[in-house]
T-cell receptor, first 112, second 113 residues
Framework: KNQVEQSPQSLIILEGKNCTLQ??????????LRWYKQDTGRGPVSLTI?????NTKSNGRYTATLDADTKQSSLHITASQLSDSASYIC???????????FGGGTRVLVKP | NAGVTQTPKFQVLKTGQSMTLQCAQD?????MYWYRQDPGMGLRLIYY???????DKGEVPNGYNVSRLNKREFSLRLESAAPSQTSVYFC????????????FGSGTRLTVV
């Protein structure tokens, strides 16, 4: 069964600190992996997209990594800000078709 | 601003009532989707429309119907609402370019009592 598992479910960090979120997937065949940020009461917004051949992609203070061999991805947030408080969702696209599988998300709370 | 617009933002229904959730996009996207999001679970696909005039079932279609009225609009109808349909509903659209990804609406929070 195609699955996307994220960890941790939630975390609290102090403003200015770094954190790393994990995403493990079993979706196959693989097309691409996206990380989305979802603010409370809003729809998800895309942060990064990575294909099979890419292993690192940055978007400002967000850096995503992908290991397609082990089917793992991570999202690193550098020098966190209060505005980083949100849910972060890992989404894997299956090759050949419109099938997306969403992870359950990691809820991040940044405290001053 | 360009994007996906959903209405209403909030709705409370009694069991057995019907309603239609509206979604419109102004990005000339071919594909449109309806998802539901429940606490602790990933977004689950209800229905999608790959192009104007076509609709297909997703992962959790039971209890819902959809209409792709034109290229811009994709509506979701609950004919007889049930408490299990209490959720946040998101509409999304996608262009044909590989790396566009989904553009999501801001969601409709539906409570069925």
């Amino acid at each position: 069964k195609n699955q996307v598992e994220q960890s941790p479910q939630s975390l609290i960090i102090l403003e200015g600190k770094n954190c790393t979120l994990q995403c493990n997937y079993t979706v196959s065949p693989f097309s691409n992996l996206r990380w989305y940020k979802q603010d409370t009461g809003r729809g998800p917004v895309s942060l990064t997209i990575m294909t099979f051949s890419e292993n690192t992609k940055s978007n400002g203070r967000y850096t995503a990594t992908l290991d397609a061999d082990t089917k793992q991805s991570s999202l690193h947030i550098t020098a966190s800000q209060l505005s980083d408080s949100a849910s972060y969702i890992c989404v894997v696209r299956k090759a050949a078709g419109n099938k997306l599988t969403f992870g359950g998300g990691t809820r991040v709370l940044v405290k001053p | 601003n360009a994007g996906v617009t959903q209405t209403p933002k909030f709705q409370v229904l009694k069991t057995g009532q019907s309603m239609t959730l509206q979604c419109a996009q102004d990005m000339n996207h071919n594909s449109m989707y309806w998802y539901r999001q429940d606490p602790g679970m990933g977004l689950r696909l209800i229905y999608y429309s790959a192009s104007e005039g076509t609709t297909d079932k997703g992962e959790v279609p039971n209890g819902y119907n959809v209409s792709r009225l034109n290229k811009r609009e994709f509506s979701l109808r609950l004919e007889s609402a049930a408490p299990s349909q209490t959720s946040v509903y998101f509409c999304a659209s996608e262009g044909t370019a590989f790396n566009y990804g989904y553009t999501f609406g801001s969601g409709t929070r539906l409570t069925v009592v």
